[in-house]
T-cell receptor, first 116, second 113 residues
Framework: GAVVSQHPSRVICKSGTSVKIECRSLDFQATTMFWYRQFPKQSLMLMATSNEGSKATYEQGVEKDKFLINHASLTLSTLTVTSAHPEDSSFYIC????????????FGSGTQLSVL | KQEVTQIPAALSVPEGENLVLNCSFTDSAIYNLQWFRQDPGKGLTSLLLIQSSQREQTSGRLNASLDKSSGRSTLYIAASQPGDSATYLCAVGNGGATNKLIFGTGTLLAVQP
């Protein structure tokens, strides 16, 4: 199988602080990872595509300076929510693809962010 | 812009029943389609992946079909069990360099013992 580990699973922070979420592919190398956001009882919304060694590609309406993505290696991508506000509270999920673009996407277990 | 819709939004069935979940998409030019299940507060578990050239895929009690020309996919669950209770999501891959997935709205399934 393919395992994607996401950490932390839950974080509570004060407004104005920054939070970093890590996404690791444990048993495969992922040149591309994806970051999604999910509001309660809603579907997943793609935020950005993370490419190893290059800048992330953000979806329309997603602030790149607000959600910093770094894909430093073939097994690690990080999402940093900068100067978090209560409206940033959400469930963030990363995913990675093992192999070519026609292969399955595997997901992390998600991070529940609550900003007070 | 690709839009993915799932019907019904919620479904409750008694244990043992066979059931069908529906997924429709507006742009038929997809690369592939993937079905997932999501348990409350958890990530997604991949169930089945259908390439655009395929008509169906099967795994155990699950069977997914794809009719690309009509923009539809179905997930058939045979002999449902309480452990099947979860939210089921379909997602279409739009191709391109990264084949990013566009997700449907989900179907919340409850299988009653």
């Amino acid at each position: 199988g393919a395992v994607v580990s996401q950490h932390p699973s839950r974080v509570i922070c004060k407004s104005g602080t920054s939070v970093k979420i890590e996404c690791r592919s444990l048993d495969f190398q992922a040149t591309t990872m994806f970051w999604y956001r999910q509001f309660p009882k809603q579907s997943l919304m793609l935020m950005a595509t993370s490419n190893e060694g290059s800048k992330a590609t953000y979806e329309q309406g997603v602030e790149k300076d607000k959600f910093l993505i770094n894909h430093a290696s073939l097994t690690l991508s990080t999402l940093t929510v900068t100067s978090a506000h209560p409206e940033d509270s959400s469930f963030y999920i990363c995913s990675a693809r093992k192999g070519g673009v026609n292969e399955k996407l595997f997901f992390g277990s998600g991070t529940q962010l609550s900003v007070l | 812009k690709q839009e993915v819709t799932q019907i019904p939004a919620a479904l409750s069935v008694p244990e043992g029943e066979n059931l069908v979940l529906n997924c429709s998409f507006t742009d038929s030019a997809i690369y592939n389609l993937q079905w997932f299940r999501q348990d409350p507060g958890k990530g997604l578990t991949s169930l089945l992946l259908i390439q655009s050239s395929q008509r169906e895929q099967t795994s155990g009690r699950l069977n997914a079909s794809l009719d690309k020309s009509s923009g539809r996919s179905t997930l058939y669950i045979a002999a449902s069990q309480p452990g099947d209770s979860a939210t089921y999501l379909c997602a279409v891959g739009n191709g391109g360099a990264t084949n990013k997935l566009i997700f449907g709205t989900g179907t919340l399934l409850a299988v009653q013992p």
